[in-house]
């Protein structure tokens, strides 16, 4: 087992989950990256935890996947020998924005099956290795973090497959809240705003005149690293008597006004 903590994140090859996992890199943590992309294809945002001198792997696999799922936690304890930290980022937009009375199963199934079914499960495997850990006297604090969305109680009735799956992903995190507790594993849940990714570049137009006209308290796009700066505050230490929190990071978005 290694000395130092171990983090792995889903999705962490690019936009929010690479921002995250290259904070928790500066801040001393192994990394291990999970994503379906070829690491041949994020190769320069791959390089770049060479400079921060720590342990890291990345393990291409499909988070729908139950076997990669299984390899994943697996390849990381043999690696590492430890999990500290679970950052569930992974996630999918519907391939073709369509009005919830035109949307197919198909594309339900799609985005539910990474979305939620693939962080439910995963976050099942890891929690029993931390478990295992706690119970081992293994000198530990695991924390798990969910990053869902302002869908997660905003409609967009073009994409209800998304906001169904974020809307799930706030019941996992009071789920495993409640049940982990008395293990000492919090889990916390991130809620992000209109964050400037490859996610949101389609509609730019869009949000760019939303953010002037007010949409947001903060007349700005959000940015990755608010997310990573956000996990790193959860991953402190520095809120032990709190668990199964909601962190909104949108600009004051979830504020209603009159």
Same mark, same amino acid.
């Given at each position: ?6 983090? =792995? ?6 936009? @929010? ?39 890291? =792997? ?14 994943? *936690? ?17 996630? *999918? ?53 969910? =990053? ?36 000492? @594993? ?73």
């Amino acid at each position: 087992m290694i000395d130092k903590k171990v983090a =792995i994140v889903t999705g962490g090859a690019r936009g @929010i989950g690479n921002s995250i996992a290259q904070q928790l890199a500066k801040e001393g943590y192994a990394i291990a990256i999970f994503d379906v992309i070829p690491p041949e294809n994020v190769k320069e945002n791959l390089d770049l935890f060479n400079d921060y001198n720590v342990p890291f =792997i990345y393990i291409q696999g499909n988070l729908a996947d139950s076997n990669d799922r299984q390899r994943l *936690v697996k390849d990381v304890i043999e690696r590492f020998g430890r999990i500290d930290v679970l950052v569930n980022n992974a996630g *999918v937009s519907p391939k073709v924005r369509k009005d919830i009375l035109e949307m197919e199963e198909e594309s339900f199934d799609f985005v539910i099956g990474i979305n939620l079914k693939g962080t439910l499960f995963l976050t099942q495997l890891v929690a029993r290795e931390m478990i295992r850990l706690v119970n081992s006297d293994v000198d530990i604090q695991p924390i798990i973090i969910n =990053i869902s969305s302002m869908s997660a109680y905003t409609s967009s009735t073009s994409r209800g497959e998304y906001c169904i799956s974020k809307a799930g992903i706030s019941m996992i995190t009071k789920l495993f809240a409640d049940r982990l507790a008395e293990y000492g @594993i919090y889990v916390y849940e991130i809620r992000p705003g209109i964050i400037m990714t490859d996610m949101t570049s389609v509609v730019k137009e869009k949000y760019d005149k939303l953010i002037e006209e007010g949409v947001t308290l903060i007349k700005r796009w959000g940015y990755p690293q608010d997310i990573a700066n956000a996990v790193s505050v959860l991953c402190s230490g520095k809120l032990s008597y709190s668990t199964g929190e909601v962190i909104n990071v949108d600009g004051g978005f979830h504020i209603r006004r009159l």
